[in-house]
């Protein structure tokens, strides 16, 4: 039995991972701040250092005794690092070096990254395979592309394993859509549950490979434990790409809702379009998507119904 540390496991993807973990029968540990984690997302059996990774004290506590570090803990929006770019360094930089240290020094056997697409920017080029010079134009794309330069470093410097999994706009149940910075397809749900307008930033032409939580747990499971993969940078993706416009179709489609969405302005330092390349995931870790988007999609809806 493997002891896993969740960073942000109270979190949207964090706590997804928690239950898979204990489902596959191995024991976890959480450490979150709460400040968009939630209690109510981790079993009350599951043990938890709630604090700031930041500092070095909590880190160095919640990696005691760990077999894997599973790194989620972020503030994961693009919008708000434009806002923000010194809290969300803070969240997305400074913890992230904290906790290679106290993994480094605690001798954890791998450290997985949650990284971003975001770190793709905006060529033209698709699918985006890991071999293309990352381009970020926001800050939070640049501080995903910070903690992934690091977690290469680290494995080739001192020794320690990491991979870093590049997610593509994750989506799924408990991801919240109580603010402005949440992900658009809870925003679009929770917007249409409640007879409201979704309003999309810009002439919703924007693609993006929008990627159901289950995948991604798979892929990150896959990558704390798959042979030959450290310091590997890997893409955790469907490998699709639907604009905006076809996302609010899906959704009225999903819920019966014919509710028509409104046009705001664009978004500052929002990619044009995002598709990945899964062919190396598939190969170095035996990586399939298995829940496709519109399956996905109905267990989401499913869910935020249930919820609410
Ligand atoms: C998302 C993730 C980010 C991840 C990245 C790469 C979230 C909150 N952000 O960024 O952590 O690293 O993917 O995979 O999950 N939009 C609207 N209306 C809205 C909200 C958004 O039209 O009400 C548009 C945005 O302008 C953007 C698209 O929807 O074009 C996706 O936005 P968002 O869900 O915030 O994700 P990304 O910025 O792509």
Redesign the pocket.
């Known amino acids: 039995m493997s002891l896993y540390l969740v960073s942000g496991g109270a979190g949207f993807i964090g706590s997804h991972l928690v239950e898979a973990i204990l489902g596959q029968g191995d024991q976890v540990r959480v450490v979150d701040n709460f400040s968009t984690g939630k209690r109510e997302n981790i079993p009350v059996s599951v043990e938890v250092v709630e604090g700031d990774l930041a500092d070095e004290g909590v880190a160095r506590q919640a990696v005691a005794g760990c077999d894997y570090v599973l790194h989620q803990a972020a503030i994961?929006?693009?919008p708000r690092s434009v806002k923000d770019p010194l809290g969300t360094h803070r969240a997305n930089v400074d913890s992230t070096l904290q906790l290679l240290v106290a993994a480094r020094d605690a001798g954890v056997k791998r450290l997985v990254f949650a990284g971003?697409?975001?770190t793709y920017g905006n060529s033209a080029v698709l699918p985006k395979r890991e071999d293309m010079r990352s381009a970020p134009v926001t800050p939070y794309a640049l501080q995903?592309f910070v903690g992934e330069q690091y977690c290469q470093m680290f494995t080739s410097l001192y020794g320690l394993e990491t991979v870093t999994t590049r997610?593509?706009?994750?989506f799924g149940p408990r991801q919240a859509p109580d603010s402005p910075?949440?992900?658009?397809i809870s925003?679009f749900i929770k917007a249409l549950l409640t007879g409201k307008s979704?309003?999309?930033?810009?002439d919703g032409r924007?693609t993006?490979d929008f990627t159901y939580v289950a995948n991604v747990v798979d892929g990150v499971l896959r990558a704390a434990t798959a042979e030959g993969v450290a310091g590997e940078v890997i893409n955790i993706a469907t490998g699709g790409r639907i604009s905006?416009l076809e996302l609010v179709r899906a959704v009225q489609l999903v819920l019966g809702s014919d509710v028509a969405p409104t046009h705001g302005p664009a978004?500052a330092g929002?990619?044009k379009d995002?598709q990945a390349d899964i062919f190396k995931a598939r190969k170095m870790l035996g990586y399939d998507p298995a829940v496709s988007f519109d399956e996905g999609l109905r267990h989401t809806v499913a869910w935020f119904k249930a919820s609410t």
């Open positions: 994961p929006s693009v971003s697409s975001s995903k997610y593509f706009n994750v910075y949440s992900g658009v925003l979704p309003v999309i930033h810009g924007q993006r905006l978004r929002d990619v995002s």
